[in-house]
């Protein structure tokens, strides 16, 4: 089995190193690096690609010591690795119009609405949503921060994850 990576490495020496070592150590074998230092991403950081060989256990438990060391993983075989974000907001939600808070919370950058639930009070000042976020990977703490901007600019109380 194969697998292509695409990791996010800071570029200070012995990061690509750091990266490297578990892959070897658990068994899978290096079928290719690419790795250019003067591509870099919008936070300054070195995406690098890497294709490993391995049966997929072997795989599996690559992915999860890269994680475990903190190596951000921000692609498998293609695929982009998302954030889950939780926030609660209180407030007059309903008349304040949910489809534009929606709308202004999807134009964050890397961030979507992937799960909205709805608590109707009888007191449209104490009406809950709890709305569930995918961010691309590294952007959580940025996105945490739009979201609270935008309740914050609808008058509502907002809630993150801690």
């Known amino acids: 089995m194969r697998l292509n990576l695409v990791l996010e490495l800071l570029d200070v020496p012995g990061q690509l190193l750091d990266a490297l070592n578990p892959i070897g150590r658990l068994g899978a074998n290096i079928v290719a690096v690419i790795h250019q230092r003067d591509v870099k991403t919008e936070r300054g950081t070195i995406p690098v690609q890497i294709t490993i060989e391995g049966d997929k256990q072997t795989l599996n438990q690559v992915l999860k010591v890269l994680e475990d060391d903190g190596i951000q993983i921000m692609q498998v075989d293609g695929i982009v690795r998302k954030e889950k974000i939780t926030t609660i907001m209180v407030g007059n939600i309903v008349d304040q119009d949910l489809k534009d808070t929606v709308n202004l919370l999807n134009k ?55």
């Open 108 to 162: 964050v950058e890397g961030v979507m609405v992937a799960d909205l639930d709805l608590k109707i009070s009888d007191n449209p000042e104490k009406s809950a949503s709890r709305i569930m976020f995918e961010a691309e990977l590294g952007r959580k703490k940025e996105a945490m921060a739009k979201i609270k901007e935008i309740g914050k600019q609808k008058g509502f109380l907002v809630i993150n994850e801690v």
